[in-house]
């Protein structure tokens, strides 16, 4: 069992670029999340996701984010024309109904040059 | 809206020692979890704690929870180097979308 996987690990974009974050959840976990981590700080609640499905996206800035977890892949986190404070660590968690618990991915590291 | 406060934020301690880590959460919640990070890593699932009464043990830490003042507690027991961590607290409410609220996090600094 690989566990929620998470890629790239670290990812260097310049201001304006987009960046694309994957996350696949562990196996028999049909519930993902995403949290940011900014630099000293917790983690904040972005989206949760279910497949091809977005349950809250109340964490979610209105603008230039968005997310998806399609039919077959993996989950996808999207910035638009990423901006310096979007610097942070993004961490992926899957879930399952059948027990409580959350498996955190080891995390995508944005730097915005 | 659910908000989880942590103090202390920064701990430095001694070897040896003991001390607690106190979590506060806002509204009534389901489950309340304990994870440690180390730098630069992923979180480590430490505890996950589902009533009131609930306690739990593991090695030097010890987690419980208070459901009707709203508090967990983390004990650091005898506490070692290696324990020197951020830990954070969170809360989820299943009725409200199953997502976790994160405390700010307390950073323990463990010193020889």
Known sequence: ?113 | ELKVEQNPLFLSMQEGKNYTIYCNYSTTSDRLYWYRQDPGKSLESLFVLLSNGAVKQEGRLMASLDTKARLSTLHITAAVHDLSATYFCAVDIVTSGSRLTFGEGTQLTVNP
């Open chain 1, 1 to 113: 069992n690989a566990g929620v996987m998470q890629n790239p690990r670290h990812l260097v974009r310049r201001r304006g670029q987009e960046a694309r974050l994957r996350c696949s959840p562990m196996k028999g976990h049909s519930h993902v999340y995403w949290y940011r981590q900014l630099p000293e700080e917790g983690l904040k609640f972005m989206v949760y996701l279910q497949k091809e499905n977005i349950i809250d996206e109340s964490g979610m800035p209105k603008e230039r984010f968005s997310a998806e977890f399609p039919k077959e892949g993996p989950s996808i986190l999207r910035i638009q024309q990423v901006v310096r404070g979007d610097s942070a660590a993004y961490f992926c968690a899957s879930s399952s109904l059948q027990n409580y618990g959350y498996t955190f991915g080891s995390g995508t590291r944005l730097t915005v040059v």
